[in-house]
């Protein structure tokens, strides 16, 4: 008798100790600030921004078609062939990517200026790091899909044939420069997407602060192209890859200051 009992009643309290985990599991699942739901609206920012411009493609192929010119310009003003143009080729291939992005990032806060949506946005419960991360990410992958098309064209114009191995160490570089772009970009196109002025303020204030995140992707680049990757290259890897995380971190820090002004 009083071991059936204890039994009954230890069971009980297993039931209801689960029953109060599972619950607070639950709470935790429905939480608006949990990790999981943040990262949710992280991608749905994203894809917002992703959906209405390939919708639109308007955004896509004016970069294109600009950063193509780019090229096109720099190949009648050198001679590929040349050993002082193949030189210049690193610098060469990231300014046709960088210069085309001034246009995306001009238009990355568009849609959220209009109708006073960034109003919205700050009376909202999304978290103003969680927004900025999104907007990034919108850029950066919108940058990359063009200028991956723009190195393949490089390539081409400018007769290098690279190989498998080397276009690897080529990509990272790519995606790390641009992903150090798009975060110093995207924090100040918030900051001037209300500026009448934004489209002469944006290039002035985003290429003084990303200059070290130009010379170590040029450097890398010209390590892959011009010397086969020697040991110069895992430097300056590293050195992108430290101003990628703290252009990320102080985005992330500073947005909500930036965005409710």
Known sequence: MFTDSGTSHGATETFMKSSTDA???????????????????LGVVALKDLRIEFRSR?????????ALLVLIVFQFAFDPGDA????????ILWVALLF??????????????????????VLSPLDRGVFFLGKFLGNWL??????????ALFLLFFGFR???EALLLLIPIVML?????SAIGTIFAAMLSRSRNREVLLPVLIFPIVIPVLLAAVNGTQEVL??????????????LTAFVVVYLATGFLVFDHVIGE
Do not use: C
């Open 100 to 121: 085309p992005g001034m246009i995306r990032l001009n238009q990355s806060f568009a849609i959220e200026t209009e109708e006073g949506g960034i109003q919205g946005i």
């Open 84 to 91: 002082a143009s193949r030189a210049a080729s690193p610098g």
């Open 177 to 181: 420069g641009l992903a150090g772009f």
């Open 23 to 41: 619950s607070g599991e639950a709470r935790k699942e429905r939480d608006p600030s949990g990790i999981s739901h943040q990262v949710r609206l």
């Open 162 to 164: 690279l190989t498998g």
């Open 142 to 151: 919108f940058l990359l899909a063009v200028n991956l098309v723009i190195v």
């Open 58 to 66: 308007q955004a896509f192929q004016t970069t294109l078609f600009f």
């Open 226 to 239: 011009l010397h086969a990757a020697t040991g110069g290259y895992a430097s300056w890897m590293k050195i």
